[in-house]
């Protein structure tokens, strides 16, 4: 008999389960999708916007920097939370990592549920907006050959920085202990996860948070 986490249905279940959450940001579920580079982030927070019939999603590499690879709080919240928690669509800018500078905008259209998926989603400011917090179980330096195959050579230097501003945000902003969902970042499975009493505690919207 399958693993009842290996089912075709495990995602849409998944779905149902945030859908019922009490919202957390004004009428919004928000949800975060955090894991390390490479770890399958995206593509898993497509699956899952899928499943809730085309979920906005906002890609945390857009409001990143080459010079602020972590400081995007300021322009997630003033451009994204804000807007959703007042009950209006939200915009933000895109930042083009070949031209270095930030070209249009994304609409993130107010939704029952709205994902983020980037490393440091789940990060310390962000939490008091999410109704949930997902992480994709991959190791680091397994994430990141991942991501250095699919970049290639030309990008192994900054693959290096990464890496080294990464495991710093990590080490003082940890967001695997706060997440109630886990999913293996190689088979895209859901996992049984332990819930600890970080993820227990209530999460709510506090635009003054951050």
Do not use: N
Not at 48 to 55: I, N
Not at 104 to 115: E, I, K, S
Not at 119 to 131: I, K
């Amino acid at each position: 008999m399958p693993d009842a986490l290996d089912a075709p249905d495990a995602v849409g279940a998944l779905a149902a389960e945030l859908r019922a959450l009490p919202p957390s940001c004004g009428s919004v579920r928000l949800v975060a999708v955090d894991g390390h580079a490479g770890s399958g982030k995206t593509t898993f927070a497509g699956r899952l916007a899928a499943a809730l019939a085309g979920a906005p999603v906002v890609h945390l590499d857009d409001l990143a920097t080459h010079t602020e690879l972590f400081e995007w709080t300021g322009r997630l919240r003033e451009q994204v939370l804000e807007p959703l928690a007042a009950g209006r669509d939200a915009e933000h800018l895109v930042y083009d990592w070949t031209l270095r500078r930030f070209e249009g905008a994304a609409r993130v259209p107010l939704a029952p549920v709205v994902l983020v998926e980037g490393v440091g989603a789940g990060r310390r400011e962000v939490r008091p907006w999410l109704a949930r917090v997902i992480w994709m179980e991959l190791e680091a330096a397994v994430a990141r050959r991942r991501g250095e195959e699919r970049d290639g050579p030309e990008l192994a230097g900054f693959w290096a920085r990464w890496a080294r501003a990464e495991a710093a945000h990590f080490a003082v902003d940890p967001s695997r202990p706060y997440a109630a969902t886990r999913v293996d970042g190689v088979t895209g499975r859901i996992l049984p996860g332990t819930v600890g009493e970080p993820s227990t505690s209530p999460l709510t919207c506090d635009i003054t948070r951050i």
